[in-house]
Structures are given as C-alpha cells and as structure tokens.
C-alpha cells in the first residue's frame, strides 16, 4: 500500500486519524503502533514478526548499552552495540544480499549447485534497519536515552509515515518527540498542504515522467534515436526525483498531521553546481546517516589525505552497496565516491572559478550518467543505453520525425519538470501572496485542495502509479 493510493488516502489513512485522535493521550503512542503494523503487514503480514522481533532486540540491546554506560563499563555497553548491530545486519544480509552472494558464487564451477533463495524482500528492510541501528548508536554516544516504554520504542521503529522509504529518522531527533509532543490543528492543516505537495510531485510529476522512461525503454534496437534516448534518461532522472522527493514530503506531511517533526529529506537537489553540493541536498537523511555513524567515526577528514579517501570509498560502497543487491548500485556507489575525491582534490577549486551555469551543467551531466548506471541492474544493458545516447550503435540516428514528434509532445511537460524541481513555484507563491497574509490564509487551501482533486481524478484515471523505492 503506498501513500499515493486511493485505498490509503480514503481507507487507511482516514481510520488511522480517528483511531489516532479518539485515544487518550497517554495511549497515542500505542495506538501508532498498531496501525503502523497493520500498515506493514498489509501486503505480507508475516514480516511483521519480523518487525516484532526487530524491536524486542533492540529495546534489549538499549537497554545494556545505557546501563552498562552509567556503570562506566564501556566494553560491556560496546558489546550490546555490536550484539544489535551484527542481529540488524544479519537480518538486513540474509533477505537483501544472500541471493546476491549465491549468485556470484555459482560462477565458480564447483559451486555452481548452489541455488538461490526463494524468500521475497521485506518491504522498507533498509530504512528502518538503520533506523534501529541508530538507537544503540545514539544511546551509546550519550545524545539520547535509553527509551523505557517498548510501545513507544516500538512506534519509532514502525511508524507508518516513514517506515517503508524514510526519511531515516535517527533516534536522537525523534526521543523528546515521542516521549512529548503536541498536535495542533494549524500543525494538521500545514502537514495536508506538505502531504499534498508530495502527492502532486508522485502523481502528476513522476508517474508521467516514469511513463516516458518506461515507453522509450521499450523501444526495440533500431527504432530509438540519440534524441530519444537522452529525453529518455532525462525523464527517468525526474521520475526518481520526484518519485522520492515525493514519497519523503508526504511522510513528513504525515508525520506533522500526528505531531512528530521530520527534517526535510530533499532540497533542490538539481540546482547544485557540484557533486558535492549534490549530495547534500539528495536524501539528505542517508547522507547523515553514513556521515554520523561510518563516515566520522572511521576518523573523517581528520588523519590524512589518504585515509580521508579510504573512508569515502568505504562510505560509498556501502551507500550503492545499501541500494541494492546487484552491482550496478555498487558502481553507481563508487562512481560518485570517486567524483567526491576528486573534487575534494581539485575539481572544487575550479568550479568555485567558473560561470555559475558551467558548474551546473558539469553537475547536472554527472547526475544523469550516475542515474543511468542506476536504473540498470542489467549493466550490459546500461553500456548498451549508454552507447545509444552518444549514437555508437542500436540508434536510427540522432533525430528523425518520430522523436521530433516525442519532443514536441513532452516538452510541456519538462519545462514544468525544470521549473517544478527548482526553488521558483515556492518563491513566486511567497512573493505574490505573502504579503497579504489574509490572502495566503485564502489561496493556500484552495489551491491545495484543487490539487488534491486533480491527484485523485489521475489516480481514477490511470493505474501506472509505480514507487521506485520500494525495492530498497
């Protein structure tokens, strides 16, 4: 079930506010609780044991860690991190990588009887195990408290809003939250407008733009051109954005509809003017994440050059390694770890030099081949892509009267693609009804609930309504 669904929006959603605000105060977090894992274990109820059993581990190893800290008996509480940690990864392993590894083993001939699992992916495995893995860290590194209430711990691990594709809400940012927090009608009526600005971005911008990609791709050999082979990627790189940067704004309007605060997943990622600038505005809470508790804690950038690059390469690795079994994600990982060190090295320098939009361009050029090792977990098809878009083989030629015609067709759409993944609809709305503040109380809602009925008259309407990242 994906937020971006009439049963959710009409169905789910609305019994789990008024199960929500009908309970005492003091049981509202049990009652997110039990939504929450009738929400994850709609599609394959029998994960939710594993939910279960993720939750009892690391309450336990919390637990350990804070007492044995106050005790002053570190190795102790180290053992409980490393006991949560090793439990979370190895569930993470098994589901996630094991036919990876069984694959690639069955490429030694005396191994190739292995066969491989029959297991299905646990949806969101990835966010919420580190998530958890969060909590031990944080109790251990002294920035939060060992959470007593296990219903509690439990809403902070499954709630619903962010618990299949994040944002990864680290422990720390949420402790005082769950413990303490006041919902609010003006917090409710501004977490419908960010819901339903995600919603917009799913509906109206990714699923048209997967539709392209999706219909380009399936071009036979011969029957694409260069042309249509860049509106093709280029397509797929709004999709992705909007798909997720989407998804993450309708959790966190979600989130603010219950009383949490969630910090912003997405800033304009496609107005950077380096690699650098780029993955700090890209799923900014994964980049955190590996910053917090792999990146620092391996000595950062404080031991050197040489161990500096040592710990981006690792970091990368495990990020394209986090995405996905299949080595494209683990290219894609290395590709940008290698962008990073080398503008770490040099390439800043000169941009920090050049034109704004030579800087852009370099960015936004970078960005589109990362997203094309991306897409392709078949990495001969990758190159196969890769070589239509510069015209070496399997093209028509760089343009002919079929992608003349795709190019007029979808040009609409991405000028409002362009316009719509940069700061200016914000900045205009802002300029031309800030001012009244009577006004904006006026426009706000209006224009809010149009667009909530356009969204809903296109998901009537059509059932393309694919989520990129429920496969991680």
């Not at 996630?96 to 190739?112: E, H």
């Not at 495995?125 to 031990?136: A, G, N, R, V």
């Not at 996905?324 to 320098?349: P, T």
């Amino acid at each position: 079930m994906v937020f971006s669904s009439l049963e959710f929006i009409f169905l789910y959603f609305a019994a789990a506010v008024l199960i929500y605000f009908i309970t005492p105060l003091r049981f509202r977090n049990f009652a997110l609780l039990i939504v929450s894992l009738i929400f994850y274990g709609w599609g394959e109820p029998v994960y939710v044991f594993l939910m279960v059993f993720t939750i009892i581990v690391n309450y336990i190893c919390g637990w350990g860690v804070e007492k044995y800290k106050q005790q002053n008996k570190n190795n102790i509480a180290k053992l409980f991190v490393l006991a949560a940690v090793i439990i979370c990864l190895s569930l993470l392993g098994f589901f996630k990588y094991a036919n990876f590894f069984i694959n690639n083993l069955k490429l030694i001939p005396v191994l190739s009887f292995i066969k491989p699992l029959n297991i299905n992916l646990p949806i969101g495995i990835s966010f919420y195990t580190f998530q958890t893995m969060s909590y031990t860290f944080d109790i251990y590194f002294g920035t939060a408290k060992a959470q007593k209430n296990i219903t509690s711990f439990g809403t902070y691990v499954t709630f619903f809003p962010q618990l299949i594709a994040g944002p990864i809400v680290r422990y720390k940012d949420i402790d005082e939250q769950l413990r303490h927090r006041k919902e609010s009608v003006a917090m409710f009526a501004c977490g419908i407008r960010t819901f339903i600005c995600g919603l917009c971005k799913k509906v109206l911008f990714a699923n048209t733009a997967g539709a392209i990609w999706s219909y380009i791709k399936a071009l036979p050999d011969g029957d694409i051109t260069v042309v249509g082979a860049w509106l093709g990627i280029l397509a797929f790189s709004f999709q992705i954005y909007f798909d997720f940067s989407g998804y993450s704004d309708m959790a966190i309007g979600l989130g603010k509809m219950f009383g949490f605060k969630f910090l912003e997943n997405f800033n304009y990622p496609y107005i950077s003017k380096s690699i650098t600038e780029f993955w700090r505005r890209w799923h900014i809470s994964l980049s955190t994440w590996f910053k917090e508790y792999v990146y620092i804690p391996l000595g950062g950038n404080r031991k050197g050059l040489l161990k500096q690059y040592r710990n981006i390469t690792i970091v990368w690795f495990l990020t394209g390694f986090w995405h996905g079994a299949h080595w494209n994600y683990i290219i894609w990982g290395l590709y940008f770890g290698i962008i990073l060190m080398l503008e770490k090295g040099f390439i800043l320098n000169i941009l920090k030099k050049a034109p704004g939009f030579v800087s852009h361009i370099y960015s936004l050029i970078l960005i589109i081949f990362g997203w094309l090792i991306f897409t392709f977990e078949d990495t001969s098809k990758g190159m196969i892509f890769f070589k239509r878009m510069f015209g070496i083989s399997s093209v028509r030629g760089f343009i002919d009267k079929g992608a003349v015609y795709d190019l007029l067709h979808y040009l609409p759409f991405f000028i409002l693609a362009v316009i719509g993944s940069t700061p200016l609809p914000k900045k205009l709305f802002y300029k031309y009804f800030g001012d009244s503040n009577k006004l904006i109380r006026i426009a706000t809602p209006v224009v809010s609930a149009v667009l909530f009925l356009i969204c809903v008259a296109f998901l009537i309407d059509s059932r393309f309504n694919p989520f990129l990242y429920f496969r991680f």
